[in-house]
T-cell receptor, first 110, second 115 residues
Framework: QKEVEQNSGPLSVPEGAIASLNCTYS??????FFWYRQYSGKSPELIMF????GDKEDGRFTAQLNKASQYVSLLIRDSQPSDSATYLC??????????FGTGTRLQVFP | DAGVIQSPRHEVTEMGQEVTLRCKPI?????LFWYRQTMMRGLELLIY????????DSGMPEDRFSAKMPNASFSTLKIQPSEPRDSAVYFC?????????????FGPGTRLTVL
């Protein structure tokens, strides 16, 4: 079992819709959770992180964490074509290193 | 700040040759990470340093790979000898770890092709 699992997609949503990206992790000791966005041919960039159960909102983005279910999600409201990218979920356990999922490709069509 | 700087941006070499990738982290960051990204395996951590000291190199695939950080502003990842399966994008990232948040800033990457 991979430590961090994501559906590779692509997830296709129409412009203006809500995109929901999901991630599960295997280690209950995981402490912090991150969402990175990676445009094709570019490097990953941090969107947001979360470490407490519940929701965390930042503009059009909402991260949701459920530690009991070992599940973290990212919601993108009012999706735009410019949101089309690969979204990487990552977790930190009790060390300093991030463990990344393989990413979900999101396509937002006009 | 210029961000994390990597060189070269592209490298094409032949099997058996030595390859050296370079990274300059963001000034003041005390963590440096080397990653490899492929379609099949995604983004994999190879090694990371804290205050120039290697902390975890468990992701280094084999002895052909080595990494150094001689000072706070420079690190190298060397592959000797290179093989076609080493073809990937190699990212360097740096961070200043505070508490349990870890914003890693990635460089633009080096696209390595081994023929």
């Amino acid at each position: 079992q991979k430590e961090v699992e994501q559906n590779s997609g692509p997830l296709s949503v129409p412009e203006g819709a809500i995109a929901s990206l999901n991630c599960t992790y295997s280690d209950r000791g995981s402490q912090s959770f991150f969402w990175y966005r990676q445009y094709s041919g570019k490097s990953p960039e941090l969107i947001m992180f979360i470490y407490s159960n519940g929701d965390k909102e930042d503009g059009r983005f909402t991260a949701q964490l459920n530690k009991a279910s070992q599940y973290v999600s990212l919601l993108i409201r009012d999706s735009q074509p410019s949101d089309s990218a690969t979204y990487l979920c990552a977790v930190i356990k009790n060390t300093d290193k991030l463990i990344f999922g393989t990413g979900t490709r999101l396509q937002v069509f006009p | 700040d210029a961000g994390v700087i990597q060189s070269p941006r592209h490298e094409v070499t032949e099997m058996g040759q030595e390859v050296t990738l370079r990274c300059k982290p963001i000034s003041g960051h005390d963590y440096l990470f080397w990653y490899r990204q492929t379609m099949m395996r995604g983004l994999e951590l190879l090694i990371y340093f804290n205050n120039n000291v290697p902390i975890d190199d468990s992701g280094m695939p084999e002895d052909r790979f080595s990494a150094k950080m001689p000072n706070a502003s420079f690190s190298t990842l060397k592959i000797q000898p290179s093989e076609p399966r080493d073809s990937a994008v190699y990212f360097c990232a740096s961070s200043f770890l505070r508490g349990d948040t870890d914003t890693q800033y990635f460089g633009p990457g080096t696209r390595l092709t081994v023929l």
